[in-house]
């Protein structure tokens, strides 16, 4: 039997200014209907680049410059514009990292979901529409008869990536590529939407290709990997073979990463004042209740853990002890003294003591700014720092975030890999000479060898800086390698909170043991032994209910 996808001696270049550089250098790759091929890699390793030229797609700024891409034995580097038109979106489908920032966020899901059959011609819009609920339905969607005439806002972030995967499956295609599909999910929704996936590749017999930076999670979803590093495919073997006994160091390095964990801190003194104070917040958005008497608090010098999944008030927590959100009751206190709810009532001082980096470094930077302009804003306003001496402010920060002023003060975002932008996150927060700082999910979107970059620099600027972290997280490893104390939410509020050897030793809190339980193992048969434990029958039935 002849290979669906068939890539041969494919080279790929990028250009930058005028010069076109080798991003994918020689990759060949052979899938059949029904199997799955992991591609894993660190970041800028070629990974995203490979599975879209695998539908014949390059970037802007992207070329093939040599090679073969064969789909069902059609040539698509050779095939013509209206050729791949007839192909994509019928019988190959892309489903996107980020489904929020994918869905047009003006049209209601359903009206998206039908697009693609109607134009293609497989079904009228009608017979699209009752297609789309039973695809809803499979995929284990919440009142599927409903959901799809909501907009894209109004469901959860776990919803969205499962409507985006029946999205497309609508015209049934052949080959479906998964780029990091799961990426910014919390534990218990990645269960669902993996569990998900799997079960309708299988169902409908479909080919995939799944890119992701978590050896965990494609262990579970491929029958075979793929390793690349800076273009270069290292090796490739079934994932049983590659899991046990990999060849190369590289590979050996992939899976021994996240070894850091930072030894446990001795008890802070009952008498000690907090840095910030969090003391029975309740908040609302408009008349929805979203946090209930959550209180904690967060020393000098430590981090304190926020987990729980999506919608649990992680974030909302946040945006109280910043301003953005005035608590409906409750008091945020910083070295003892009471903030004004609203951000806009505090000192440029109080301000400048409470700082945050962003999850997406790709939209918390201005892609029109600088690095120096970036950083040197804050520096500015909040220091009162200009000319020579807030450059050299800005290139004292530069060196704290390990990245050399001369190779990258006058660069612009798109010109970093997404590691370096986040450090340039942190290094715009440290502008401000903080006490205390807000890390919002930063190492969700990296590769596991940049975040364990990422965590050892945050580690050693606390340590420097004295720096107090509140660390939002849904990643129990990135807990186990960070945290001080970790502070368990759901439903807004506080289950349990302690100590993270308490935290991490039984027994648990129900929930606590839940999230703990979820977190993907490096064995092919761990999703499924989960679900046969949780007593689901189906894979795609762990969807239903959050594992109750």
């Not at 591609?39 to 490979?50: D, F, M, N, R, V």
């Not at 120096?372 to 804003?377: A, D, L, Q, S, T």
Request: hydrophobic share 40%.
């Amino acid at each position: 039997m002849s290979a669906l996808v068939e890539i041969r001696d494919l080279w790929i270049e990028g250009r930058s200014d005028e010069t076109w550089s080798p991003i994918i250098n020689g990759a060949s790759l052979s899938l059949n209907k029904g199997e799955v091929l992991g591609l894993i890699g660190e970041s800028g390793a070629g990974k995203s680049t490979l599975g879209l030229a695998a539908m014949g797609f390059t970037r802007d700024g992207v070329r093939i410059s040599k090679g073969t891409v064969l789909f069902d034995g059609v040539d698509l580097t050779l095939a013509s514009a209206s050729k791949k038109r007839e192909l994509l979106g019928k019988r190959i489908a892309y489903v996107a990292q980020s489904a929020a920032a994918s869905f047009n966020p003006a049209h209601k899901l359903m009206d998206q979901h039908t697009e693609g059959p109607v134009q293609h011609g497989v079904m009228s819009r009608a017979e699209s529409v009752k297609d789309g609920i039973e695809l809803y339905r499979r995929l284990r969607l919440p009142n599927p008869e409903e959901i799809g005439f909501r907009y894209p806002h109004q469901v959860s972030g776990g919803q969205l990536q499962r409507a985006m995967t029946a999205m497309a499956m609508s015209c049934r295609p052949d080959l479906i590529i998964f780029d990091e599909p799961t990426t910014a999910l919390d534990v218990t929704t990645q269960i669902e939407v993996l569990a998900s996936i799997r079960d309708i590749v299988e169902q409908f017999d479909t080919a995939a290709i799944y890119i992701t930076h978590d050896l965990a999670v494609v262990a579970q979803m491929a029958d075979r990997i793929k390793v690349l590093l800076k273009g270069d495919e290292v090796e490739d073997a079934d994932t049983r073979t590659m899991l046990t006994h990999p060849k190369e160091d590289y590979t050996k390095s992939l899976w021994a990463v996240r070894a850091f964990e930072r030894p446990q801190k001795p008890a802070v003194h009952t008498s000690a004042t907090p840095v910030l104070s969090v003391q029975n917040v309740s908040a609302a958005y408009g008349k929805i209740a979203v946090l209930h008497d959550v209180s904690f608090d967060i020393h000098q010098g430590r981090t304190v853990a926020v987990v729980g999944e999506s919608g649990s008030g992680k974030s909302t927590t946040a945006r109280c002890i910043t301003g953005l959100l005035p608590p409906s009751q409750g008091v945020i206190q910083f070295d003892g003294q009471s903030l004004p709810a609203n951000y806009k009532q505090r000192n440029k001082d109080q301000l400048r003591q409470a700082q945050m980096i962003y999850q997406m470094a790709d939209t918390a930077l201005n892609p029109r700014k600088t690095v120096g302009e970036i950083i040197g804003r804050p520096v500015q306003f909040y220091m009162g720092l200009s000319g020579k001496q807030k450059r050299r402010r800005v290139e004292e920060l530069l060196d704290e975030i390990e990245m050399p002023a001369a190779q990258y003060i006058d660069r612009l975002p798109s010109e970093l890999s997404g590691g370096q932008k986040q450090r340039i996150g942190i290094a715009r927060a440290l502008a401000a000479e903080p006490k205390f700082i807000i890390c919002d999910e930063v190492t969700s979107a990296l590769d596991q060898l940049v975040a364990e970059g990422i965590l050892k620099l945050l580690a050693r600027l606390q340590d420097d800086l004295k720096l107090s972290y509140m660390f939002i997280t849904h990643d129990l490893a990135t807990v186990k390698a960070i945290a001080d104390e970790v502070v368990v939410m759901k439903d807004g509020e506080v289950v349990e909170q302690g100590p993270k050897q308490d935290m991490f030793a039984p027994p648990h809190h129900p929930y606590t043991d839940l999230l703990l339980s979820s977190v993907p193992e490096m064995d092919p048969d761990w999703l499924t032994n989960l679900l046969n434990e949780r007593g689901v029958d189906n894979i795609g039935d762990a969807a239903v209910d959050k594992m109750s």
